[in-house]
C-alpha cells in the first residue's frame, strides 16, 4: 500500500526555521505531484505548497517567499523548507501524493506533523 511518512515538525521561535520531510513507498515516486497541506486549530486544512512531476511549484500567498518545496525522487522524499516562521504558521502539516490523473480525493496522505511557532 501506500505510505506517506513525515518527519521534521516541532517548536520554534518566531522568526525560525524547520524542513519538513515526507518519504512515499508504494508508489512510483516521479509519477507523483506532491504537496503539503495544513490543516490549524478550528479552521480548514488549506494547501501550502505543491511541486508536480515536471518540478513547477506553487504556493499559498502567505507562504510565498517563505517556504520551499522540492522533491528528491532518487530518495522518493518530498520536502518543505520553512524560514522566517510566524505563530499563524502553526499546524499539523500532511504530506500528499497525486497520481496523474487523480484529484485530491483520491490522492494518498501522510499521518501528519505538528509545527508549533511560539512568539
Known amino acids: 500500500q501506500v505510505q506517506l511518512v513525515e518527519s521534521g515538525g516541532g517548536l520554534v521561535q518566531a522568526g525560525g526555521s524547520l524542513r519538513l520531510s515526507c518519504t512515499a513507498s508504494g508508489i512510483i515516486f516521479s509519477s507523483n505531484a506532491m504537496a503539503w497541506y495544513r490543516r490549524a486549530p478550528g479552521k480548514q486544512r488549506e494547501l501550502v505548497a505543491a511541486i508536480t512531476t515536471y518540478g513547477a511549484t506553487n504556493y499559498l500567498s502567505s507562504v510565498k517567499d517563505r517556504f520551499t518545496i522540492s522533491r528528491d525522487n532518487a530518495k522518493n522524499t518530498v520536502y518543505l523548507q520553512m524560514n522566517a516562521l510566524k505563530p499563524e504558521d502553526t499546524a499539523v502539516y500532511y504530506c500528499?501524493?497525486?497520481?496523474?490523473?487523480?484529484?485530491?480525493?483520491?490522492?494518498?496522505w501522510g499521518q501528519g506533523t505538528q509545527v508549533t511557532v511560539s512568539s
Open positions: 500528499n501524493s497525486r497520481p496523474q490523473g487523480v484529484g485530491v480525493a483520491g490522492s494518498s
